[in-house]
């Protein structure tokens, strides 16, 4: 049972441009959503995280929208830059676990020149 | 440098030849957890542990051990490894204190023939 969906599988975006990235969640349990992203030969890392107290968390290019009546959270990345070429996944836990996360299945950004 | 490291990066090893994997944070972080990455599934855990001596499975414990004995290491055991478990892991730390950012290793990519 897959808690969190994760879309598109792959997406390419031309410099310049914008990439969005959507979530959906079911347990409404979960209030910390953190997009981690990662680069080829490297372990994920936190990029940007939301509760679901915000509408939407901005961090320079990477803005976090949160819809918490439809259970849904996206990661917007303006400017899309060819170092943003990754890996990205969202994911989603609960205070008071044993910091367990419960990720998507990742989404693939090639930004192209 | 806060790190967590993991070794070895790569192994190729035969079915039933048991077989760890070390994990070693250098954050005095209380917990750590083991994730199995998987193409078009994400990540997700194997084992956890809240401090030392204390450990619980995660989504996918078959066939895997762990041990926490000290507070910087959390290995993971294969004792007798099958092809199925063939992939890349993944071991992350986090402290009690403040967000719920975990801090991931580089990864070890496992081949079982």
């Known amino acids: 049972q897959q808690q969190v969906k994760q879309s598109p599988q792959s997406l390419i975006v031309q410099k310049g441009g914008i990439s969005i990235i959507n979530c959906a969640y079911e347990?409404?349990?979960?209030?910390?959503f953190p997009w981690y992203q990662q680069f080829p030969g490297k372990g994920p890392a936190l990029l940007i995280a939301i509760r679901p107290d915000v509408s939407e968390k901005k961090e320079g290019r990477f803005t976090i929208s949160f819809n918490k009546s439809a259970k849904q959270f996206s990661l917007h990345i303006m400017d899309s830059q060819p170092g943003d070429s990754a890996t990205y996944f969202c994911?989603?836990?609960?205070?008071?676990?044993?910091?367990?996360?419960?990720f998507g299945t990742g989404t693939r950004l090639q930004v192209t020149l | 440098e806060a790190q967590v490291t993991q070794n070895p990066r790569y192994l190729i090893t035969v079915t039933g030849k048991k077989l760890t994997v070390t994990c070693s944070q250098n954050?005095?972080?209380?917990?750590m957890s083991w994730y199995r990455q998987d193409p078009g599934l994400g990540l997700r855990q194997i084992y956890y542990s809240m401090n030392v001596e204390v450990t619980d499975k995660g989504d996918v414990p078959e066939g895997y051990k762990v041990s926490r004995k000290e507070k910087r290491n959390f290995p993971l055991i294969l004792e007798s490894p099958s092809p199925n478990q063939t992939s890349l892991y993944f071991c992350?730390?986090?402290?009690?204190?403040?967000?719920?950012?975990?801090?991931f290793g580089p990864g070890t990519r496992l081949t079982v023939l």
């Open positions: 954050m005095n972080h209380e917990y």
């Open positions: 347990n409404t349990a979960f209030d910390y």
């Open positions: 992350a730390s986090r402290g009690l204190a403040g967000e719920n950012e975990q801090f």
């Open positions: 994911a989603a836990t609960y205070t008071g676990t044993a910091s367990k996360l419960t």
